[in-house]
């Protein structure tokens, strides 16, 4: 990947000192400027071979999801992470000393510019990042300005400060009770990773604005559903975005036992290294390749699978809708990514179209299209889980950037639209979630089912199952998976007659490459359960089938 300069601004001049910036002096941490003690410093470990990067992960460094021409950027949170990679055997490049003091001069010069510029061509015409309270604002204006078109929800899941995370679902006539696929978007699993929040809430107001103006756009909507949800991580990213912390990446857990803590606590300087990394903590391969048992790493997978309540969120949001296609959205190593996440999985029975749904995504933002190993091993994620377990297609962005806190218009806007700093782009990210979208309403990439039921009956159709995390050590000795129980249900109200159901296929992919064959149960109800009929169906991605729930019109439920 080539080196993405931090002093890349469209029309602005970076304030990195030369007092920042130093150079590799060939020997282990050395540099021109020391770096403080206390200081967040970005750096740029030298790791010539494959081995050495998956060495470097295992240390449980704050690793950037950037790999250059032979070096991974590491974010070091004071002089006891340097100290640690010293300890390794890694040498460094200083690439920015004091990251907190870089965040604020960014972001000094995009208050200064936004009293000046115009509004910017985002739907929102913002020049400015978003705080935690601006997010709540602009979901509930679309949904008040368009109760047609936007309905908001509260997960069920309180975060660990008490906070409810918010998102609001998409789509012509949203309160209608029918069968169509969803997309799932999704950000901020990382705290610190404010652009990430920033296109996700401009998407949705740019499908908003554009309904009944934009063709595609409009028909999209009438096809299938989007549920938008900008900060899984609501506490850390409040705290980071608040300057208590900037470069927070974990949640707000201190302590695996308890989920008693206090904002103070969690934005503790003295405390930067606990929290739960939430995009390891997803119950499939838990525990694997490229997360960490231990809770000072950046990569900590936490207690036990879906211990977090962020990540229960959206397990059982994604679990109980047919999401044909889920996005993740990080940065800023300007890559697509698709599982698997371990370079000792094989590639996924699906690899042939998920490589192609990728490239058009790539294709768009000009970002890298690479199975997730290829940057380095990950575990636990949400892309992974997701794929494992509903069958729909699981992406994780990258966005460009050169950092996580770059100036607004580097970061967001030229990322969105595919402008300015933004190289190889075809529309940028904006274009890509819009061919992601396409891709979930796309039968093709998803099962269907025509359902015949008497109108009013509730429909369900679930399925339950056993998965697995990776081999974990455990309390009598050796290690061992730890399985668990992962249940798919999604129901609606019958509209009466033959209506179409887009479901993701029942046929799982499996993590050796292979698939497991498994049925979909399709239930119907009446008048509280006096009424009753089910069916087992088997299909396949790309598959038609009928179903026949006509006898559930009378009869007694049988005992």
């Given at each position: 990947?080539a080196t993405r300069?931090?002093?890349r601004?469209?029309g602005l ?6 007092a ?10 050395a540099?021109?400027q020391?770096?403080?003690?206390d200081?967040?410093?970005l750096?740029r470990?030298p790791?010539p071979t494959?081995?050495?990067v ?7 460094a704050?690793?950037a ?5 032979g070096?991974v ?6 002089a006891?992470?340097?100290q640690?990679?010293e300890?390794a055997?890694?040498g460094?490049?200083?690439v920015?000393?004091?990251l907190?003091e870089?965040?604020r ?10 009293r000046?510029?115009a ?9 400015t990042?978003r705080?935690?309270a ?6 509930a ?14 997960l069920?899941?309180?975060s660990?400060?008490?906070?409810e995370?918010e ?6 006539n949203?309160?209608?009770?029918d069968?169509?696929?969803?997309f799932l978007?999704v ?7 404010w652009?990430?929040a920033e296109?996700t809430?401009e ?6 604005r554009?309904?009944?103006?934009d063709?595609?756009?409009t028909?999209?909507?009438k ?5 938008v949800v ?11 975005r608040?300057?208590l912390?900037?470069?927070?990446r ?5 302590d695996d ?5 206090t904002p ?5 300087a ?5 929290g739960v ?5 997803y ?6 390749s490229?997360a ?7 990569t900590y997978r ?12 959206i397990?059982?949001l994604a679990?109980?809708?047919q999401?044909?296609?889920?996005q993740?959205?990080?940065n800023?190593?300007?890559?697509v990514?698709?599982?698997p996440?371990?370079a ?11 490589e192609?749904?990728?490239a ?12 997730s ?5 990950t575990?636990g994620?949400t892309g992974?889980w997701?794929y ?7 992406f ?8 996580f ?5 580097e ?15 075809n529309?940028?990210?904006?274009e ?6 396409e891709a ?6 998803h ?7 008497p ?8 399925k ?5 995390t ?5 309390p009598g ?7 668990f ?9 019958s509209?009466g007659?033959?209506?179409t159901w ?7 992919p499996?993590?050796?490459?292979s ?7 399709v239930r ?5 359960g006096?009424a009753w009929?089910e ?5 396949a ?9 006509s ?7 049988p005992s």
């Amino acid at each position: 990947m080539a080196t993405r300069s931090l002093a890349r601004r469209a029309g602005l001049a970076l304030s990195v000192t030369a007092a920042m910036v130093t150079t590799l002096l060939g020997t282990t941490g050395a540099s021109a400027q020391p770096v403080d003690g206390d200081a967040v410093a970005l750096l740029r470990v030298p790791t010539p071979t494959r081995a050495e990067v998956d060495r470097l992960v295992a240390t449980g460094a704050d690793v950037a999801p950037v790999r250059g021409d032979g070096y991974v950027e590491v974010y070091a949170h004071g002089a006891a992470d340097r100290q640690a990679l010293e300890q390794a055997g890694f040498g460094y490049d200083v690439v920015v000393a004091d990251l907190a003091e870089h965040t604020r001069e960014v972001l000094a010069e995009d208050e200064a510019q936004a009293r000046t510029l115009a509004a910017s061509a985002l739907p929102s015409g913002r020049n400015t990042y978003r705080t935690y309270a601006d997010y709540g604002t602009d979901m509930a204006k679309l949904a008040a300005d368009r109760p047609d078109l936007v309905e908001p929800f509260t997960l069920p899941h309180k975060s660990l400060l008490g906070k409810e995370i918010e998102g609001i679902e998409i789509a012509h006539n949203v309160a209608a009770d029918d069968g169509r696929p969803v997309f799932l978007l999704v950000a901020a699993h990382h705290a610190r990773e404010w652009p990430t929040a920033e296109v996700t809430m401009e998407f949705a107001m740019d499908l908003v604005r554009n309904y009944g103006e934009d063709p595609r756009i409009t028909d999209l909507l009438k096809r299938a559903r989007i549920v938008v949800v900008p900060l899984v991580n609501a506490d850390g990213f409040d705290i980071s975005r608040s300057y208590l912390y900037e470069y927070k990446r974990k949640n707000c857990r201190l302590d695996d036992a308890s989920a008693d803590v206090t904002p103070g606590q969690c934005a503790d300087a003295a405390n930067h290294s606990l929290g739960v990394d939430l995009n390891r903590n997803y119950g499939v391969n838990w525990g694997g390749s490229g997360a960490s048992a231990n809770p000072a790493s950046g990569t900590y997978r936490g207690g036990a699978p879906f211990s977090e309540p962020e990540v229960r969120n959206i397990r059982d949001l994604a679990s109980s809708r047919q999401v044909t296609s889920l996005q993740s959205v990080h940065n800023y190593g300007a890559l697509v990514l698709r599982p698997p996440q371990q370079a000792a999985t094989p590639l996924t029975a699906d690899e042939i179209v998920y490589e192609q749904i990728g490239a058009q995504l790539a294709d768009a933002t000009g970002y890298r299209n690479i199975p997730s190993y290829q940057l380095y091993d990950t575990s636990g994620s949400t892309g992974e889980w997701s794929y494992f377990t509903t069958g729909g297609f699981g992406f994780e962005f990258e966005l460009d950037g050169g950092n996580f806190h770059v100036a607004y218009q580097e970061g967001v806007i030229d990322q969105y639209f595919g402008t300015g700093s933004a190289t190889n782009a075809n529309g940028g990210v904006r274009e890509a979630l819009l061919r992601q979208f396409e891709a979930a309403a796309n039968s093709a990439y998803h099962s269907r089912l025509t359902v015949s039921a008497p109108k009013g009956a509730r429909l369900t159709v679930e399925k339950e199952f056993t998965q697995a995390t990776a081999p974990v050590p455990q309390p009598g000795g050796g290690t061992a998976p730890i399985p668990f129980t992962s249940e798919l249900s999604s129901e609606l109200v019958s509209p009466g007659g033959t209506f179409t159901w887009s479901v993701n296929p029942s046929i799982r992919p499996a993590r050796d490459g292979s698939t497991i064959t498994e049925s979909w149960t399709v239930r119907c109800e009446r008048k509280q359960g006096k009424a009753w009929q089910e069916v087992e169906v088997t299909i396949a991605r790309g598959e038609t089938k009928p179903v026949d729930l006509s006898r559930c019109a009378g009869g007694n439920r049988p005992s």
